[in-house]
């Protein structure tokens, strides 16, 4: 009989530990969700990419950018000069948009008519560059063109921006699987430098 | 023998107890993952369903703010901001915002609650969850957002096959191969055919006609000619199954065009284009197999893949493997490796080929194939003279007679390497 009541009250106290533990652990919880809200929210909605503001008037910094090399095969480092931007939204945007401004005698692998339409940067270094349909539909297609057009855009954020590891293209504000059929862009691609030939590449 | 009353009362007092920690159970059964976010750790108890680490559903939701309903047919869906995942219970196959993603282990009931494999966290919630989560088994860790662990020294993933040689020396086993044993094993009989179909996918098709040359050649119309001339050559001389993964006219995607070679259990998978360069002068054929980053191999890494019985048509059922389908490539690169370098030899001399030849990259219709498989970038339909050769009786022959002797030393490499193998003892 004595033990069996020692039994219970062990039960109970055991019962009365755990429910403050439990208490503990959802009080934690419900604290928890104030500070946490706060990271995807700024993950998810990072700063848009705006037209001209974010950057200093008259003040620039020199960047490279890609264009196709001679051989068709590769990609050539350009040298130029960008507005500097004070944070990395605003000068992964003006480097995009260098990039797609580049001109003949230049070679590109940006396919005709391409615009940025919008650029985000998540916490974890993802940049997500919006392009206007016809980086697709003007694409010329095969893999070793539709890689190249890929890798200008990564590697040129990639290779000038540290801040930034992994480009993930989407067009006209959609995900897409490929641009022409070949190269997987469902996530976010890393930096290559194989692609490109000249200096101002380096393996990470 | 102790009294009714009192042990009613003791096993009361327990029930409490048991209720309030459910399965969180103190006897060391279940596990505890520690979740680190920047705001902080908190932690999330899992426990050993049928053998499976799993965690109960209404904790993992609790712990990331997921909502779950069930409905009356006994599906659950789980939503986080507007993306869900269903699941079905007792079924190892979870529906991703609309892609269907093979899990660990299927949800299970038990003690009125459901569970789910902790690796659900990295196969379904993750793609769902908007920002970085990744769930490291080995170090019971779940890292959330922008923060950093060290990497406990995990198991490393399971090696793929070795590399095989790509001139094996027929008297010798290969390398990694134990030594023969001193007496000859007893026969196996016939040995197996290592290659016993292939699926040749001309690239394109319908609405989808690829590059066009500047004299109006069309890619998917010449990846179907060298197609059909293929299957042709492979199973007049080699009595192996070709399936095209197209007739004609379809528009496939990716997904379906993998899905065939994976459905009919092929060996090989090749995958025929002609490309475009920004350049016009740009000529010569290139070999593409599947390359990782460093992102891509470590997803793969915490990926596994499981087997199931499933029932087949005329009755009974055999055991199907399931691999994560958006991995299942992973297992077989260091293969499509090999089976590339044997084309670019068998091209050299025959096709000419561009300046680079080979490369690994990631390319959408190599992904989902769980066999060997490779592209093959025929040559360069904006040049001229290539669009020109590559509509020829000739070249196209070239191609399919280097591809045919590509096959052929691929095969005999696997042929040399399951040889050795049994050899070497049976393993594996
Ligand atoms: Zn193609």
Redesign the pocket.
Same mark, same amino acid.
């Given at each position: 009989m004595k033990r069996n009541s020692l039994f219970a009250t062990v039960a109970v106290i055991i019962a009365a530990l755990a429910l403050a533990w439990f208490l503990f652990v959802v009080l934690l919880r419900q604290s928890t969700p104030a500070t946490r809200g706060a990271s995807p929210a700024s993950s998810e909605s990072p700063a848009a990419a705006s037209d001209d503001t974010g950057t200093t008037p008259g003040r620039t910094i020199k960047i490279h950018l890609l264009s196709v090399a001679a051989d068709g095969l590769h990609l050539d480092s350009v040298e130029r000069d960008v507005p500097y931007a004070g944070n990395t939204v605003d000068q992964a945007t003006a480097i995009i948009k260098a990039e797609l401004a580049l001109q003949a005698p230049l070679v590109t692998a940006i396919p005709k008519g391409t615009q940025l339409k919008a650029l985000y940067v998540t916490d974890k270094g993802d940049a997500y560059v919006d392009l206007s349909p016809e980086v697709s539909q003007n694409h010329p $297609? =095969? +893999?070793t063109a539709e890689l190249l057009t890929v890798y200008s855009i990564v590697d040129a954020l990639t290779m000038n921006l540290p801040a930034i590891t992994g480009v993930q293209i989407l067009v006209d504000g959609q995900e897409v699987d490929t641009l022409? $059929? *070949?190269v997987d862009l469902r996530r976010p691609l890393q930096k290559d430098v194989d692609y490109v030939r000249t200096a101002g590449a380096s393996k990470p | 023998m102790l009294p009714v009353t009192s042990r009613r009362r003791g096993v009361l007092a327990l029930t409490v107890v048991l209720l309030l920690l459910t399965w969180r159970s103190v006897a060391g059964q279940g596990t505890i993952f520690t979740i680190i976010s920047p705001a902080g750790r908190r932690s999330l108890a899992a426990t050993a369903v049928h053998g499976h680490e799993m965690f109960a559903l209404n904790d993992l939701a609790a712990a990331f703010q997921l909502n779950v309903q069930a409905d009356t047919l006994g599906a659950i869906t789980i939503s986080y901001k507007g993306k869900t995942i269903i699941l079905t219970p007792d079924q190892n196959l979870a529906s991703v915002n609309g892609r269907i993603v093979s899990l660990a282990t299927a949800p299970t009931r038990s003690n009125q609650q459901w569970f789910v494999p902790v690796e659900l966290v990295n196969q379904a919630l993750a793609p769902i969850y908007g920002e970085r989560l990744e769930l490291r088994a080995d170090s019971h860790l779940i890292l959330e957002g922008n923060v950093t662990a060290p990497r406990a020294p995990e198991p490393a993933p399971t090696p793929a096959a070795p590399a095989a040689p790509v001139q094996p020396a027929p008297a010798r086993p290969a390398p990694s191969q134990p030594a023969a044993p001193a007496t000859p094993p007893p026969s196996l009989g016939t040995p197996q055919p290592t290659i016993s179909t292939i699926v040749i996918d001309p =690239? *394109?098709g319908g609405s989808d006609k $690829?590059?066009q040359g500047p004299h109006g050649t069309l /890619?998917k119309d010449i +990846?179907m000619a060298v197609a059909r001339r293929l299957k042709c050559a492979i199973e007049g001389r080699l009595g192996i199954r070709v399936l095209l993964s197209r007739d004609g006219a379809e528009t496939l995607s990716a997904d379906a065009r993998a899905a065939l070679a994976n459905n009919t259990k092929a060996d090989l998978f090749i995958s025929l *284009?002609? +490309?475009a360069s920004f350049r016009t002068d740009t000529s010569g054929a290139e070999i593409f197999s599947l390359g990782l980053d460093r992102d891509a191999a470590q997803a793969s890494a915490t990926a596994s893949s499981s087997a199931q019985q499933l029932p087949v048509t005329g009755g009974g059922s055999r055991q199907v493997e399931i691999v994560p389908w958006q991995f299942a490539q992973t297992r077989f690169v260091d293969q499509s490796k090999t089976l590339a370098d044997l084309i670019e030899q068998q091209f050299k001399g025959h096709v000419p080929l561009d300046g680079r030849a080979i490369t690994q990259a990631p390319l959408r219709v190599l992904v989902g194939a769980n066999m060997p498989a490779v592209l093959v /970038?025929m040559g360069y339909l904006s040049n001229a003279d290539q669009e020109n050769e590559l509509g020829t009786g000739n070249f196209q022959n070239a191609i399919v007679q280097a591809l045919y002797g590509a096959i052929v030393q691929f095969r005999d490499t696997l042929n040399t390497r399951a040889k050795a193998t049994a050899q070497g003892g049976g393993a594996r």
């Open positions: $297609g =095969g +893999t022409a $059929g *070949h | =690239g *394109h $690829g590059v /890619e +990846t *284009h002609a +490309t /970038e």
